[in-house]
């Protein structure tokens, strides 16, 4: 069976559709960090995030990987993972229980967190 251009066309196209959302499910957000956080009294810049495996009274906090200026997480099946945002100026901390999670990453400058499905 001959295949004609269009049919070769279509079909690479599908393939490559397919594996784009493949890809884009693989990166799914889960949580992030918010770039700021607000109180009453006023604004305060995200400046640091940290995962840890459980609730952060447990004093889990997990090392990551450090990969081109980022802070990287591949997480283990078996971990609870919770992501921790810190902010400049106060000790009010965001916390987000980042379940399904499997890789999360922090990046300097903006300063950002992030965990992905």
Known sequence: MLLNNKKITILFTSLLLSLLSINCL???PVVSCPAT???KHAVYRLFNAS???GPITNNAE???EFKKEKAIWDIDPRIDP????EYAGTRHTIVFY???ATYCE???TPVQAK???
Do not use: I, N, R
């Not at 919770?82 to 945002?85: F, H, Q, R, S, T």
């Open 115 to 117: 965990c992905m499905s």
């Open 82 to 85: 919770y992501l921790v945002c």
């Open 37 to 39: 956080f607000s109180d």
């Open 51 to 53: 995962l840890y495996d």
């Open 98 to 100: 980042a379940k399904g």
């Open 62 to 64: 997990l090392v990551p």
């Open 26 to 28: 693989a990166q799914t």
């Open 106 to 108: 922090k990046s300097k």
